[in-house]
């Protein structure tokens, strides 16, 4: 693996570990107030929405403009 990749996904690791820092008190209070039903839901079908619009995306194109909209 070259420099530039591992640089790359060290950068995308810290950032989900940043965003999840964030956001780890939301979810809490979140969980007392709903539940971990209506949230594993939301969240399985936010999860298979974003398979459906990856495959939409072309194998050869790379890229971010690629993965905002076809």
């Known amino acids: 693996m070259s420099w530039p990749a591992r640089r790359t996904g060290t950068i995308i690791c810290l950032i989900i570990q940043g965003v999840t820092a964030f956001i ?5 209070r979140l969980l007392h107030r ?3 039903g ?3 839901v939301t969240g399985f079908t936010a999860r298979a ?4 619009w990856l495959r939409a995306v072309p194998i050869h194109q790379t890229g971010l ?3 905002l909209g076809p």
Not at 24 to 28: D, T
Not at 49 to 52: R, T, Y
Request: without cysteine; aromatic residues 0%.
């Open 34 to 36: 709903v539940g971990p």
């Open 49 to 52: 929405v974003a398979q459906l």
């Open 38 to 40: 209506p949230m594993l």
């Open 24 to 28: 780890g008190p939301l979810l809490v």
């Open 65 to 67: 403009p690629a993965l």
